[in-house]
């Protein structure tokens, strides 16, 4: 009998040594690593509460719309701008919430463009109009050289010395419609009425006709 329980005590001590299974101490192990005591520390969790709270409250910075009043825009180099069409634009880059640095961006790609489709069209009216000039009856053909020629006696009293003209607005107006048929036939009429200048002789020749009191009381014989 006393070997039957020393056998029994024998049997129980070694199963409460038994070792434990591979996988519990690998788990046992995992959970104890550096990073996890780091994770678990208290030392970090108000720091990471508070870049936590920062993140939330971190908004996505919102872009600049359009502003109360534009600012005057700049015209790009060799264009001017209309101040019908600026403000036209700017009612529209308003309703499209256009920044002033975006507003004046497309008016530096898109302005050059319009003038440039402008100066091509105003050519072609001009070729146009030359074309209809030489081939008219009248004024052009075998008459061009002595029309012209005749137009720009008309227009004499209007240029300087070399040839340009002084005034703005006429050099506008032979600018932008000098090839016009209706505005050559004008200048040829009146080029035609004041004919040639006279010549200094005949001028120093011409006999001034002065009355004197003589003459006057004569008449009234």
Known sequence: MNETVETAEKTESEAGSTPAPVEQTAQTQQTA?????????????????????????????????????YEDFKA????????????????????????????????????????????????????????????DPVIGGDHLKSTIATAQKALKDFRGADGKFVDEDVAE????AGNHPGLIKILKHFGSVIGEDRSPAAKSNAVKQVLTATDFYKAKE
């Open 33 to 69: 690593t550096p990073e996890t005591i780091e994770e678990s520390s208290l030392l970090n969790s108000e720091t990471k509460e508070e870049q936590k709270e920062s993140e939330e409250k971190q908004e996505p910075e919102k872009e600049a719309g359009a502003p109360e009043k």
């Open 173 to 176: 107006l032979a600018a932008i």
């Open 76 to 135: 790009p180099q060799g264009v001017s701008l209309d101040a019908d069409v600026v403000k036209g634009f700017s009612e529209v880059a308003k309703e499209l919430n256009l920044p002033q640095d975006k507003a004046q961006a497309v008016i530096d790609k898109v302005t050059p463009i319009l003038a440039k489709k402008q100066a091509d069209q105003i050519a072609q009216t001009n070729k146009a109009w030359q074309e209809k000039v030489k081939a």
